[in-house]
DNA sequence: CTCACATGTTACTTACGGTAACAGAGTCTG
DNA sequence: CAGACTCTGTTACCGTAAGTAACATGTGAG
């Protein structure tokens, strides 16, 4: 039949397009986000014409290659946001779990938050957000999704969970960055900290009077 | 005399480099940051061999490019954060202070936020951390600063400091960057969400009960 | 057998970062 | 004044990487 045959061919074609992608993963994750279409492709042992035929451009296969990582990341990420336990518990397992994450496989969130120049060539003069990182997004509306549910936050509150999810995502990224380029201190102190900005510690400490000119 | 000649030449090189400089803004402004260097050197009536001479390599020039707008935020940032005014009110200053100016100027802050390839060719292999972002950076460590100076934090109070200055950052950052891709809401708004973020209303907020399966 | 099609290759074009080698103008020194 | 130095500028080139065109080969269907 026309159908099964089909049918085959797709899955042929699945599973080159899954074993493309470990290729590719493993180059990246050896050379860093700029590896070459000719790299991956000579450790996938075939040539780059094929990549452009299952992924169309660079773009694409990073793309890809992105969605793999981030799926498998939001996954781990709603587990923890999900847990039956106090919100405060909860707010700090998932702090760790992405904090574990990008400990655990730095090349591969260095990637995934700066795809660099993928789509160098066109894409000129438009705003700053399409381009960005799609992990930061995704992660920010899941975050978004679980409070604006959990979360009693009044009248405006879908608009304002929206607001925090994007807002708590980046503070966990952004301190993230600087903890694993510096390891300033232990995982559990960093996650201490942001769970006590997230707290509302910034607002309960005192001045400090000692302070120089002051 | 040796010296006011070399003053005078140090003076013609510098009011060369400002003119590069703008030049290589207004390309970048106009491309993007995926901006070439024979682009930019034709914007500024001349050729790419000169570009080299005064900036070593394109990190250079981008790097360059990213201290004037840095360097000017970073003084806008400081003066809300200065301001004699309660924490609260600082705080909000300080985001709108920011949001205003990714607002005024997309191009010029999706450059800051995403250098791209500037240092492709090399620099395979290292951890996440150096490549990143540098007005993220910049930003948090002088936020720190004026936290470790001004809050009471406690012993341990410094390096607090540094984690809550990278992750507010982060948020200010990861925040607007969705904000200005969707303007969901007025910047008013975003400020008031995110300062009430920080003040806590995550931890005062009760649970929804009429929530599904709940 | 032959047509259609998927899979693969080689060889090319284009664009960009970066560099070498050369050319002219002004200036300092013998 | 002659030559050396330096600053500014050029053209022409190299290496690398993205992306494409054209060609080769194997395989099942009619």
Redo the contacts with the bound molecule.
């Keep these: 039949m026309d159908t099964t ?1 089909r049918t085959d ?1 797709e899955r ?2 699945d599973r ?1 397009r899954r074993e493309l992608l470990e290729a590719a993963d493993r180059v990246v994750l050896r050379d860093g986000p ?6 991956i ?1 000579a450790e996938a ?6 990549l ?2 299952h992924f ?4 694409g296969l990073y793309a890809a290659l992105a969605k793999r990582h981030t799926d498998a990341l939001l996954e781990a990420l709603r587990a923890a946001l999900d847990a039956p336990a106090e919100r405060r518990e909860r707010v700090e397992n998932t702090l760790d779990t992405y904090l574990a994450a990008i400990e655990a496989r730095p090349q591969v969130y260095r990637f995934l938050m700066h795809p660099s120049e993928a789509g160098t ?1 066109n894409d000129q003069g438009f705003d700053v957000g399409l381009h960005s990182v799609p992990l930061l997004r995704r992660m920010g509306e899941e975050l978004a999704e679980v409070i604006e549910e959990r979360v009693d936050l009044g009248p405006a509150g879908q608009q304002l969970a929206r607001v925090w999810g994007h807002g708590i995502v980046g503070m966990m990224h952004a301190a993230g960055d600087w903890w694993l380029g510096e390891r300033p201190c232990s995982r559990a102190e960093l996650v201490r900290g942001l769970a006590d900005l997230l707290w509302g510690r910034l607002a309960a400490a005192g001045d400090k009077v000692g302070g120089p000119g002051f």
Tied chains: 1, 2.
């Design positions: 045959q061919q042929s074609a080159r700029g590896a070459s279409m000719n790299a492709a042992g075939i040539t780059k014409p094929i452009y035929r169309g451009d660079k773009g060539p």
